[in-house]
């Protein structure tokens, strides 16, 4: 099967074509080929079958159809501006989140081939008032313009496999942490910096008060989610092709409880509080507590823990080892 | 205040036309222009005030900017390719109904005032399977392009809204019922034809089982959420912009009951039952059961009951006179 990944320099288009090299198959299927897409040069990867890389701006005409002109069996499009950059500059979160999103589903309508697609939308896609625990069926009322964007392009996936041309599934990820690398522009990017900085020795700033909460999932099960959904029989999904994925639901005090049993207070020490009312306004009425019934009657794994995605940070990216 | 109609032509467009012309005046401000706006010429009608049409297709470049050049403080955005013709023409629908949308809600934006913006959405952004009652905060996955469609445009509203780019109100509208003059394309027109029809002395279609339930509301009714909409006080709706009317809820049973009720069996063995499995497809799994909270509390009025639309339509089309 041939695969192409759009966001392919991405964190998760890096760690998925890892995945997908190192296991050389999908689903049962030998993999023969991975064309890894993106706005920036994707990094080359080793692996056992051939992969070719371009850089494109999928906004811009003919784009999106040379991305797809491969005719890949399986479409991950998990190319995005994230939320805090979307929310800076209306008209580029739009130009990339919708249209580009738009040229991209047309570019596979119009060349008349029936790939399987998995979409990495968001819980950016709900804002409160909430409920106790967010159900399957709750409304998708965003108040950003990234969560408007990608609640956009989950109606616009859903028609579009409706319709038979393509078969989408979209996977609403939570907050993707410990992410890896360097800080990015989403406006969640604290969660993450307040435990991979200090495990690496660097202060982290915590822009908001310790009562704030989050659903986590690791890079680790993130990848999990996409492979599943790669593989999942769209009789089992039905028509409502947009799933919340499960994670781990925990406040900013518990992440730091966490890391305190984990790694001690020298490295709690490490993060230092510096308030940010955009960022608490953006994240205090996050969504945060999910009962994701469908992910979890169709196969989806959560972490078990959110000292388990500090094990597994640990683990998968500093070779096991605690800057003291 | 100067109005715009977005959709004049149309069967809503028309009778808001003439009720504000009869009104003179909305909200306790007085009226001073109104523009009406279509794809077809907008009917002149006469009022205290100066009216003006013109005619345009808001896909294209630069219409959508002259239509609201009058910068007017209120715009009504009604128009819409309907859900048979959306369905039967899918790059019709999409171009007028996502884009023509887009680009007014773009010529806004760039001309820099800020309308009150009241959106004709509808309860066709709903699908089940359902709950009981559909309550506020259920979520909108439609499964046809008009309710996609209508749904994107929610969410556009919503974030241009937030943004301080308009002040809109989207209203989910019921079927209108009884729609008076030819039938058009929207899937749901066979609702209103088994009742106009027969009352006028001729026959009509009925492609559905007696058990297909809808929710509907008349023109009348209709016509007073428009008007509820354009004067709502935005710190009442709150960040939730797209509301739900309130309406009648009834099976093609009971609208035939109420139709032998006030017309006789006369009347109603003009109805010919002739299935039609597309169209039993598409209003089959409809929303037809809701609790209308919001709106409630918001102060708008549904309809009384099916026989008090019926008489509704006597009264305002027929003169008060049934066919023999």
Known sequence: MRILILGGAGMLGRKLAERLAAAASLGGRAITGLHLHDIVEPAAIAAPFPVTTAVGDRAVSGVAEA????????????????????????DKGYRVNLH???????????????PRLVFSSSIGVFRGPFPETITDDFHTVPQTSYGTQKAIDELLLTDYSRRGFFDGIGIRLPTIC??????????????????????????????VGDEVGMWHASPRAAIGFLIHAAGLDSALVGPRRNITMPGVSCTVGDQI?????????????????????????????????FTPKRALDLGFVADKSFSAIIEAHIADELGGRIAA
């Open 67 to 90: 991305a797809i002109a491969g005719r890949p069996d399986l479409v991950f499009h998990l190319a995005a501006i994230v939320s805090g950059e979307a929310e800076a500059d209306f």
């Open 100 to 114: 580009g999103t738009l040229n991209l589903f047309e570019a596979i309508r119009h060349a008349g081939f029936r």
């Open 178 to 207: 410990v992410r890896p690398g360097k800080p990015n522009k989403a406006a969640t990017g604290f969660f993450s910096n307040i435990i991979r900085e200090p495990l690496a020795g660097h202060e982290a700033v915590l822009p």
């Open 257 to 289: 409880a966490a890391l305190r049993a984990i790694a001690g207070d020298r490295v709690v020490a490490r993060i230092r509080r510096e308030p940010d009312a955009t960022i608490q306004r953006i994240v205090a009425g996050a969504a945060w507590k």
